[in-house]
């Protein structure tokens, strides 16, 4: 498929969640507080929303994993990214990239759709979490990843391929997996974080529908010895 095409289709997909978010969550949730980023510079460098507090969120919805049964479970996961190519130039990913420091916050979301199209109208329902972007790398930082040594990771995927987490060997459930997707244009490199370690980390818990917005305000939990113990426990 033409990569021309794919973005122009991905990006329109973007705005309609962005249309849905504007019109059922943020003047519901937030009131007045919220203003849309419409500098395509700026969204570009992980600015879609300005709350007057000083957060700045960056939206990144699954607009590829959808569901169409809304009785049917969300995907299990979401990435974070590392790394990916743009000409064929080796580029930082959305986490760490100094390009996206403006970010302070990432609205995570997985979706329904009806009618096999991601459009405004045919969302059913989001649900979505609220994370700092600084929980997440104090969280990777506890638990041994550091940005240092995810670029070693990333260096050593380029290398021999997807790479096994040894700390993780003998647990039964991995947080999180590092991939990289060779098939796509990008080869982008990933951390494949499990939904429910975001629920662990992030501040909120949104389910959102054209009727309502229902919100559960969580604790982060950064702390290396639960995610080596009680992560075990789940």
């Known amino acids: 498929m033409n990569n021309s095409k794919e973005f122009k289709k991905d990006k329109e997909a973007e705005e309609e969640v962005a249309d849905f978010l504007d019109k059922y969550f943020y003047n519901k949730y937030f009131n007045d507080e919220v203003k849309r980023c419409n500098d395509d510079k700026l969204q570009n460098e992980g600015v879609d929303v300005f709350v007057d507090d000083g957060m700045v969120i960056d939206e990144k919805a699954a607009i590829h994993y959808y ?3 809304i009785n049917e479970a969300s995907m299990p996961t979401f990435i974070l990214e590392l790394y ?6 080796p580029m930082d990913g959305w986490l760490y990239g100094d390009k996206y420091k403006q970010t ?3 609205l995570i979301m997985w979706l329904w759709v009806k009618n096999k199209k991601v459009t405004c109208e ?8 609220l994370v700092k972007k600084k929980d997440i790398i104090t969280l990777l930082d506890n638990l041994g990843f550091p940005k240092e040594r995810l670029k070693q990771i990333v260096s050593d995927v380029l290398n021999n391929g997807n790479f096994e987490i040894p700390e993780f060997k003998n ?5 999180f997996e590092v991939k990289q997707s060779t098939n796509l244009p990008e080869k982008p490199i990933n951390l494949v974080v499990k939904r429910i370690v975001y629920e662990k980390v992030c501040e909120k818990i949104f389910t959102i529908t054209p009727k309502e917005v229902i919100c559960k305000c969580v604790t982060p939990i950064v ?5 080596y113990s009680g992560w075990n426990k789940l």
């Open 171 to 175: 647990l039964k459930l991995k947080p």
């Open 104 to 106: 302070t916050h990432y």
């Open 122 to 129: 045919n969302i059913m329902k989001i649900e979505a979490v």
């Open 84 to 89: 990916f190519e743009k000409n064929g130039i």
């Open 67 to 69: 569901k169409e049964d």
């Open 223 to 227: 702390n290396k010895n639960y995610w």
